[in-house]
């Protein structure tokens, strides 16, 4: 219990500290929405009124603590934009990220954890050079450049799927799984390698344990021991990495979402950088952040399900 | 639960069975290499014989490779051979430069944190924490448009951005090293604590530190290479490997090969910092442990 209190009482911090720095920080901008509303042509008196209209005529560090004032009333305000309230378009937008990062999470764990078991199963020989070389690789390929690859290959050459746009779920469920595949695919492929690299090295060790030894004398099938004894104990760096990578995603899926104009929160986010749109910016940061602690939490708590030991030292303690 | 069970958390690390040598290998000198390679080539682009890579129309736009071009020429007709290598002074400045600010105020804030622990210690951790939950591109993006988009300011941004991952790194090497034995037999001899620090300790945290940050360069080409991809790192017409990918984009269908140059420049740099980083870390046998 006093473990959760701790990290929950981390969370408040973070969230306050990461809102406030972004809020002052995207105020020091040159720019404000104003000009962004009004166009460059605009009279002074215009801009004048507008501005207190808006109430940008106060400094940025009343408007901050107003803000948070609300914010902790559930009112994240409105954009200064299109007047629409932060946490409607956060609603649209973020059940798009969500779905992006679980298809690419499903992409990734299907190619890892399949890689990574028979990898470790006879290390050093050809089928582990080859997904080790080849996660290797893919580590060093940044995901602009995969993005555009993959969209040469099946958007460009082969009119697989679409290069870019996105269709609602509820709209067109193929056509919406097929604009999400290539978004999916670059997420999914960077992921990939990572979690067959940590899987495999944990898994070589699990094998050389006593009870995998027990368990191969008591002459059970091979798959077995690797599905029912060893997957298990392994998965520990798996889900830590797991989750630092979710985490990342959740915001970090920027450049992708901006690539292939996935209506996510990291295109909401680009977009009102652009624009200006503090509120927006800062809402959605304090959100991707909030999202990256509480995985971390959740990861956190993933372990006692793995192992019992974990949890009865937590008690213990 | 019958029995408290009192265990160690984690599974006993065993060593892989595979057998470690103790020697680079030639792909870590290919690596190398490599590297080497597109330094000479971005320092001497001046010098080179090699074409204007911002003159407009001397050239025929989509020219293929040729003897003339060996790479070909792109939309406005510039030689994209000298755009490449010209596009690699930004991304080996901006990386190497913020690294080695990274690694000066980073290292120096991870050894006095790991040596003397305490109050630097905790300012550290927290510190870490809030940026490590703060999103990077975002903290990018708002900071280079602020700052203004000049090679100075992004290698700044970058450079700030990679303290702290840098200096827990340092503190956890530091740790390993600050109760060992010739620690305590200097300052037994008398020896001051900065002396321990530069003296005992650096030394034996440099190499592992040093093969770090040939990843961490790698990291920050990529991070450039993003920003300027959205077109908010150097300005144009200055070219850079991400924005030269970025307009190779808009002619994917026509001409595929303005696009290809560079990210195959930019992947190869990267994968050799990489791979070259990751050999000298088993190298060094960097241990990762303790964070």
């Known amino acids: 219990m006093r473990f959760l209190a701790a990290r929950l009482a981390q969370l408040v911090v973070v969230l306050v500290a990461v809102s406030a720095v972004s809020f002052l920080l995207l105020n020091q901008l040159p720019g404000n929405p104003v000009i962004t509303l009004l166009g460059p042509a605009a009279t002074p008196e215009a801009v004048h009124q507008l501005t207190i209209q808006l109430g940008l005529d106060r400094p940025a560090w009343l408007r901050y603590f107003i803000w948070l004032g609300n914010a902790l009333q559930g009112n994240l305000g409105s954009s200064y934009v299109n007047h629409q309230p932060v946490l409607t378009s956060i609603g649209q937008r973020l059940p798009v990220t969500l779905e992006l990062l679980v298809l690419s999470q499903l992409i990734a764990l299907a190619l890892a954890i399949p890689l990574g078991i028979l990898s470790a199963l006879r290390p050093s020989r050809m089928l582990d050079r080859l997904a080790s070389g080849t996660s290797f690789g893919l580590l060093s390929v940044p995901g602009f450049i995969l993005a555009e690859l993959l969209v040469y290959l099946f958007a460009v050459r082969f009119n697989l799927f679409p290069a870019t746009g996105y269709v609602h779920l509820t709209e067109d469920p193929f056509e919406n799984l097929r604009s999400l595949t290539l978004p999916a695919v670059t997420l999914g492929l960077g992921s990939m390698a990572v979690y067959m690299r940590v899987l495999r090295t944990d898994m070589i060790a699990t094998l050389q344990q006593d009870f995998i030894t027990m368990a191969r004398s008591k002459g059970l099938p091979t798959w077995w021991?690797?599905?029912?004894?060893?997957?298990?104990?392994?998965?520990?760096?798996?889900?830590?990495?797991?989750?630092?990578?979710?985490?990342?995603?959740?915001?970090?899926?920027?450049?992708?979402?901006y690539i292939f104009q996935v209506p996510g929160l990291g295109l909401l986010t680009i977009n009102s950088i652009y624009a200006r749109d503090y509120l927006v910016v800062t809402s959605t940061t304090v959100l991707v952040a909030a999202g990256f602690v509480l995985v971390n939490l959740l990861v956190d708590i993933i372990y006692t399900f793995l192992d019992p030991r974990v949890r009865s030292a937590r008690f213990a303690s | 639960m019958t029995e408290a069970v009192v265990a160690t958390v984690a599974p006993a690390a065993v060593a892989e069975p595979v057998f470690v040598e103790r020697r680079l290998g030639v792909a870590f000198w290919v690596s190398i290499g490599w590297v080497a390679l597109?330094?000479?080539?971005?320092?001497?682009a001046g010098v080179l014989p090699l074409q204007d890579p911002l003159a407009i129309g001397d050239n025929a736009p989509r020219l293929g490779p040729s003897a003339a071009h060996l790479?070909?020429?792109?939309?406005?007709?510039r030689d994209l051979l000298a755009r490449v290598i010209f596009g690699s002074r930004t991304s080996l400045t901006v990386g190497f430069a913020s690294i080695a600010f990274g690694l000066a105020v980073g290292g120096a804030m991870g050894l006095v944190a790991g040596y003397y622990g305490g109050r630097m210690d905790a300012a550290l951790n927290g510190l870490s924490t809030?940026?490590?939950?703060?999103?990077?591109?975002?903290?990018?993006?708002?900071v280079v448009t602020f700052l203004g988009q000049n090679l100075f300011d992004v290698t700044m941004t970058l450079g700030v951005l990679s303290v702290a991952p840098i200096a827990r790194i340092i503190r956890a090497n530091t740790l390993v090293y600050a109760n060992r034995e010739f620690v305590l037999a200097a300052r037994a001899l008398g020896a001051r604590n900065r002396r321990i620090l530069v003296r005992e300790i650096l030394p034996n945290v440099l190499p592992s530190a040093l093969a770090f940050s040939l990843v961490a360069v790698a990291v920050v080409i990529v991070a450039e290479g993003a920003l300027s991809f959205l077109g908010l790192s150097v300005r144009p017409p200055t070219p850079t490997w991400g924005g030269m990918i970025a307009e190779g984009g808009q002619v994917l269908a026509q001409d595929p090969l303005v696009a290809l140059w560079p990210s195959v420049a930019m992947f190869a740099t990267v994968l050799a910092l990489n791979f070259a980083g990751d050999r000298l870390q088993v190298y060094f046998q960097v241990r990762e442990g303790g964070l």
Do not use: C, K, M, Q
């Not at chain 1, 029912?228 to 920027?254: M, Q």
């Not at chain 2, 790479?71 to 007709?77: I, Q, R, S, V």
């Open chain 1, 225 to 257: 021991i690797l599905l029912r004894h060893a997957l298990r104990p392994s998965t520990f760096t798996l889900v830590t990495v797991g989750g630092l990578n979710v985490g990342t995603l959740i915001g970090g899926a920027f450049i992708i979402e």
């Open chain 2, 38 to 44: 597109v330094v000479v080539a971005a320092v001497l």
């Open chain 2, 71 to 77: 790479l070909g020429t792109d939309e406005l007709g």
């Open chain 2, 130 to 142: 809030v940026l490590l939950a703060f999103p990077a591109l975002i903290f990018l993006l708002t």
